[in-house]
């Protein structure tokens, strides 16, 4: 079955370490997202990515590194400079059509120990 | 900048009733989609229903419907017969069509619906 894997499901992180969190996807949707999912505060862009080797910064992006070598892999990377990081990450994507909306993946519950 | 407005932070029902969670968006944009997601307990996003703008007809799908009212820019979702299963939090979402086919989607922040048994 077609979907998004995301990995790992939980992940703990000391301060001053770099994590990353993991997406594949089998959809061979060209458009990648990445969201941030807090209390209270809706989802949240971190980056997204339309092709290949291209990606953008969404509307909190500072703490965050991306890359997209593969259609299939759009992995996230919370660096130092993330403040708060301890949050709830949720990877999508869709195929370019407006009307079809996201595919999500199951999320990483990200905390800072 | 498009936002979306979810006024009710927490609902309940009862089972087999009906509850319409509300939504309000704010934009200039005259293309764009509007949608309903679904996240129960597992955190698993689902998409609910979608709407398109240049549609006057509201969608439906089994037992969920909308009422989408451009010129008031409102998107409400009525769940009918509620089920036990519908007990998630619940997104509205916009989703404007943007220059390179990037579809930029706002969320709301959500209501959480609790269907009592």
């Known amino acids: 079955d077609g979907g998004i894997t995301q990995s790992p499901k939980y992940l703990f992180r000391k301060e001053g370490q770099n994590v990353t969190l993991s997406c594949e996807q089998n959809?061979?949707?060209?458009?990648m997202y990445w969201y941030r999912q807090d209390p209270g505060q809706g989802l949240r862009l971190i980056y997204y990515?339309?092709?290949?080797?291209?990606?953008q910064k969404g509307d909190i992006a500072e703490g965050y590194s991306v890359s997209r070598e593969k259609k299939e892999s759009f992995p996230l990377t919370v660096t130092s400079a993330q403040k708060n990081p301890t949050a709830f990450y949720l990877c999508?994507?869709?195929?370019?059509?407006?009307?079809?909306?996201?595919?999500f993946g199951s999320g990483t519950r990200l905390t800072v120990v | 900048a498009q936002t979306v407005t979810q006024s009710q932070p927490e609902m309940s029902v009862q089972e087999a009733e009906t509850v319409t969670l509300s939504c309000t968006y704010d934009?200039?944009?005259?293309?764009?989609?509007l949608f309903w997601y679904k996240q129960p307990p597992s955190r698993q996003m689902i998409l609910v229903i979608r709407?398109?703008?240049?549609k006057q007809q509201n969608a439906t799908e089994n037992r969920f419907s909308v009422n989408f009212q451009k010129a008031a820019k409102s998107f409400s979702l009525k769940i009918s017969d509620s089920q036990l299963g519908d007990t998630a939090m619940y997104f509205c979402?916009?989703?404007?069509w943007g220059s390179g086919g990037y579809q930029k989607v706002t969320f709301g922040t959500g209501t959480k619906l609790q269907v009592i048994p």
């Open positions: 999508a994507s869709n195929q370019g059509a407006p009307n079809y909306g996201y595919t």
């Open positions: 959809l061979n949707h060209d458009a």
């Open positions: 990515s339309q092709i290949v080797n291209d990606f």
């Open positions: 934009t200039s944009e005259s293309n764009y989609y």
């Open positions: 709407q398109e703008a240049y």
């Open positions: 979402a916009f989703m404007k």
